[in-house]
């Protein structure tokens, strides 16, 4: 597939590098509990969407495969030392949530750990996923979102625009489960932490007769 990411001073070369800065040391709390937690669910042939630097690679237990897809060339390259680090087969493909380069019907899990808040078309890549996942599959997300709080919601709104042209396209302010509710996926829990910034969504792609 082709790349957004194609130019030496795009923002996409030196986030990888400054996202692994950053991240390590959150990872190190209550983040990497839920990651391992989240992985740990994942069985049978597994897609990892937005797979970034390769974080949740070492988690991975049960997964007969996994095949993770990220847009970012850079974020590949680190993920791929990553891959030696997992208990299971990785294969990591150049692609994004809104194409997935896959068969209808193809995975048992999906996985993605703060990815919805980067993806410009959300509910897009949303129907890719059920598209690709087998009825009964299950979905897994931990995402950062939008909280219920009528100034900490504000300021998330008012500081998105500046937010996501150093980040990476990362929007403070999207309300991930609302999207979900306008989707085919069943939504089955939701568990908030650090108060309700980030949350663990578990979603079911519902058989249908
Ligand atoms: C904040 S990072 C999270 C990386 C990793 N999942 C983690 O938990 O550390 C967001 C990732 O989403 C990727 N991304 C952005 N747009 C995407 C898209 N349309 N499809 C798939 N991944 C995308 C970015 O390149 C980046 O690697």
Redesign the pocket.
């Known amino acids: 597939m082709g790349s957004d990411f194609g130019g030496e001073k795009t923002l996409g070369r030196w986030f990888p590098k400054l996202?692994n800065i950053v991240?390590k040391p959150l990872d190190l709390t209550k983040l990497r509990k839920i990651r391992k937690m989240l992985s740990e669910q994942a069985g049978g042939r597994v897609l990892e969407?937005?797979?970034?630097?390769g974080?949740?690679f070492p988690y991975y237990k049960y997964a007969a495969k996994v095949d993770a897809?990220?847009?970012?060339p850079w974020?590949n390259k680190q993920a791929q030392r990553q891959v030696k680090s997992s208990q299971v087969p990785i294969h990591i493909h150049l692609a994004?949530?809104?194409k997935l380069p896959f068969a209808d019907n193809t995975f048992d899990t999906v996985v993605?750990?703060?990815?919805f808040?980067?993806?410009?078309d959300p509910l897009k890549?949303f129907r890719e996923i059920k598209r690709v996942s087998k009825p009964g599959a299950s979905i897994l997300l931990l995402e950062h979102v939008k909280v219920n709080h009528p100034v900490i919601g504000k300021a998330q709104e008012a500081l998105t625009p500046f937010w996501k042209s150093v980040c990476?396209?990362?929007h403070l302010n999207r309300d991930t489960v609302r999207l979900l509710k306008l989707t085919d996926l069943s939504v089955l829990k939701v568990h908030s932490y650090f108060k309700g910034l980030f949350l663990y969504i578990v979603c079911l792609n519902e058989e249908r007769d």
């Open positions: 996202y991240m969407v937005g797979s970034g630097t974080m949740n897809i990220e847009p970012n974020m994004k949530a809104e993605a750990t703060l990815v808040c980067s993806i410009s890549a990476d396209g990362c």
